[in-house]
């Protein structure tokens, strides 16, 4: 049965964060990505249906955001916040998570990402189900660059929310997954391979390696 993360499991965890940020960085990625979205264990802090603390981590929005705040903070300071970004999806139901209703969601993230804002991070990644009000008030208060990817968008509306002031950048997703000459083929307006998704977390080259690209003449 899962358990409850003691108060030294949880620095534990902010700790092994921190190691493995900088793990990546001598290994010579550029910088990384806090997932804090889908389901995951920071989302799950974040949601009220799976925090049921007590403690300084659970019940106000305020306690429910602290460890995705320190999580961040601590990455920031082992590699560098210009390296940093953070990933979170607002209300998405995904592994149960339920984060209540509209207003409620707003009140979370709207704190969140404001505390998130300080720590001068590189980038926000918003996986949006489709708050635009919620993901507005995103844009006015967060000082750097925000990737938005909208759920269920068609190749036509991929730019959607850079035309509208949203975002700055629309990461492809699922598009580049199966297309690995996507930038040839939106540039000249080829049609895209198919995602195959019984083939994702598959382990294998099936659907991994083998989607054909365009032939070159």
């Known amino acids: 049965m899962p358990r409850e993360l003691s ?11 921190r190691h493995a940020a900088a793990s990546a960085i001598a290994a010579g990625a550029d910088g990384v990505e806090i997932h804090g ?27 429910r955001s602290r460890f995705v705040v320190a999580v961040a903070r601590a990455v920031a300071e082992e590699i560098g916040a210009e ?12 592994g149960g998570i339920n984060e209540g209703d509209p207003a409620d969601v707003r009140t979370q993230y709207r704190h969140l990402v404001g505390e998130l804002a ?17 993901l507005r008030s995103f844009r006015d208060t967060w000082p750097a ?15 959607d929310d850079i035309d509208a002031g949203l975002a700055d950048i629309a990461p492809l997703g699922r598009f580049a997954l199966a297309n690995p000459d996507i930038v040839q083929r939106l540039r000249t307006g080829a049609p895209l391979n198919e995602l ?3 083939t994702l977390y598959g382990g294998g080259a099936a659907g991994y390696t083998d989607y054909p690209a365009l032939a070159h003449a």
Not at 7 to 17: K, L, R, S, V
Not at 42 to 61: A, I, M, W
Not at 83 to 93: E, K, Q, V
Not at 118 to 134: F, K
């Open 83 to 94: 390296r940093t970004g953070i990933r979170i999806s607002p209300a998405f139901p995904l």
């Open 196 to 198: 195959d998704p019984g």
């Open 118 to 134: 300080t720590l001068d991070l590189a980038y926000l990644h918003v996986h949006h189900l489709g708050d635009d009000e919620l």
């Open 7 to 17: 108060a030294n499991d949880i620095q534990a965890t902010i700790a092994g964060f």
């Open 145 to 159: 660059a925000i990737l938005v990817v909208r759920y269920g968008r068609e190749r036509e509306q991929i730019a």
């Open 37 to 63: 979205a889908n389901g995951y264990l920071l989302h799950q802090f974040l949601s009220p249906n799976s925090n049921h603390r007590t403690d300084e981590y659970g019940g106000s929005v305020e306690n």
